[in-house]
């Protein structure tokens, strides 16, 4: 599952730099994630650094883009090896 990040965000800046896989960038209006980047830290860490670092809780669950846990360790091993070759 990718994450999500809601309208209550108040763009505090801290979670862009946390996330492992660069999913994290500025929308129009508060910081959104990108779902084909976003591991929910997946091979990184035991848990997604964005909602770590959250003081808000703003990020949830994306319900339009379900994926278990070995679909995200897929995703990892194909953008770090896209990283590698790069």
Not at 41 to 70: A, L, N, R, S, T
């Amino acid at each position: 599952m990718a994450l999500r990040i809601t309208d209550e965000c108040i763009n505090c800046d801290v979670c862009e730099p946390q996330c492992p896989n660069q999913a994290i960038s500025m929308g129009p209006d508060y910081y959104i994630i990108d779902p084909s980047r976003c591991t929910e830290c997946v091979g990184h860490f035991g848990e997604p650094q964005c909602q770590v670092v959250c003081p808000v809780e703003c990020i949830d669950v994306d319900p339009d883009f379900q994926e278990d846990q070995p679909t995200l360790m897929d995703k990892f091993l194909h953008l770090t090896k896209a990283a590698v070759d790069s």
